[in-house]
């Protein structure tokens, strides 16, 4: 799981970052409740789009395609600058 505060990767069961020590949430699929990370754009266990509800001034990664929040310079999944 990536940190959304310094970007380094967790394992996937990791409750505090190794990276800066910041809380790790999982999400959860609001469709079978399975946990997911907080960027995956689909549920593992069922399928489910999770990024169904992203606003509409979301920006998406020319490089990745993943769904960014509008503020955002670099992508959050692959750190590619944000055309």
């Known amino acids: 799981?990536?940190?959304?505060?310094?970007?380094?990767?967790?394992?996937?069961?990791?409750?505090?970052?190794?990276?800066?020590?910041?809380?790790?949430?999982?999400?959860?699929?609001?469709?079978?409740?399975?946990?997911?990370?907080?960027?995956?754009?689909?549920?593992?266990?069922?399928?489910?789009?999770l990024a169904a509800n992203v606003p509409a001034n979301s920006k998406n990664c020319q490089s990745c395609g993943f769904v960014n929040p509008p503020a955002a310079v670099y992508c959050k999944r692959c750190n590619q600058k944000i055309l």
Not at 6 to 24: H, I, M, R, S
């Open 1 to 49: 799981m990536k940190c959304e505060t310094c970007g380094a990767l967790n394992d996937v069961d990791a409750a505090f970052c190794k990276g800066c020590g910041t809380k790790l949430g999982l999400s959860e699929c609001s469709k079978c409740g399975a946990p997911t990370d907080p960027d995956a754009l689909f549920c593992s266990k069922c399928g489910f789009e």
